[in-house]
């Protein structure tokens, strides 16, 4: 059975960092991209970093550009997320998304590409 689980959230002040780390287990993911998403109070569900297979590729939301940093240890079945200089609007709910081995033209924050989905974990930045 696929699994992610996210850890790593937590209440941080403005201009902070956290990690966020992903594991997957029951699945082999390495062929796959891998993605974080958000969704914040009364807002829907946003893209916010996905990177390709081979860790070589990234996407960002323009609102985390220079400050969120996605990577992955495929050796772990991990992904991270590293998000410096966090801002009171970064509170949300993250999740972690497991997704395609290739988009096919589609955007890299298509949520119908994604078919497994982590519990999430609150980040809530205090100003």
């Known amino acids: 059975q696929v699994r992610l689980v996210e850890s790593g959230g937590g209440s941080v002040q403005a201009g902070g960092s956290l990690r966020l780390s992903c594991e997957v287990s029951?699945?082999?993911?390495?062929?796959?991209?891998m993605g974080w998403f958000r969704q914040a109070p009364g807002k829907g569900r946003e893209g916010v970093a996905v990177?390709?297979?081979?860790?070589?590729?990234?996407y960002y939301a323009d609102s985390v550009k220079d400050r969120f940093t996605v990577s992955r240890d495929n050796a772990k079945n991990t992904v991270y997320l590293q998000m410096n200089s966090l801002k009171p609007e970064d509170t949300a709910m993250y999740y972690c998304?497991?997704?395609?081995?290739?988009?096919?033209?589609?955007?890299?924050?298509?949520?119908?590409?994604?078919?497994?989905w982590g519990q999430g974990t609150q980040v809530t930045v205090s100003s």
């Open positions: 029951g699945y082999t993911y390495r062929s796959n991209y």
């Open positions: 990177i390709s297979p081979g860790g070589g590729v990234t």
């Open positions: 998304a497991a997704g395609p081995t290739k988009f096919n033209g589609r955007r890299w924050d298509t949520q119908d590409a994604f078919n497994f």
